[in-house]
């Protein structure tokens, strides 16, 4: 069985490096601290397993195999024919027990509002490994969800701190919309926006109608 040291010198292993340019590579985990703002890359699983195929101890014949996918993450396990050593490599870190790929790939479908049952479907066209449309729910509701409501508190909380500062009344333009593409005709949105500063304070999801201008008074009771 491969130790945790072993897991931690496997997991930055790189092969020899004699006669090529690898010196030019950037060493992008020591870099880089926050691991979605890493550049990835499509590896063939061919060429990736050529990594694997010569033992990290005596530099004979292993042999590598896939040990475990988990969306987009794959560990490989490879086996020395001669010493008998074994290793685990894993192809990405890991945010908490997630796979930090798999999160950043349901936070970019989420937000860059892209339909994730068609980002899947051409991930798997092309034979990329990836994740199920149950487990994108599954981090949608668990983990983004969750940060977006955090991160919007805390803007609104931010405004209301700058506009008690600046001690004027406040200019604030409000409109909705429904029924015009994007929303049906029973439900809308309603934004009201700070004229002056240009920040949106507040959006509501809103029944056509008898409740716009319920909504008009809350947004300006709550800015108020
Ligand atoms: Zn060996």
Redesign the pocket.
Known sequence: MATKSDEDRASSYEPSSAGSDESHIPDVQNDCCNPLEETKYIVSESMLMELFNV?R??Q?L?TPTVHQRVGTMVKIAAE?E??G?TWLWCSQPHVGSIPAGNIGLSASILFTGALPSKFLRVLRCIGVATLTQRTFSNHQASLLFPVVARVWDRQQRDYVTRAEDRGKPLVIGGDGRADSPGHCAKFGSYSTIDLEEGTVIDIQLVQVMISFQRTILCCTTMVL
């Open positions: 033992c101890r005596c004979r292993a020395c001669f010493c050593f």
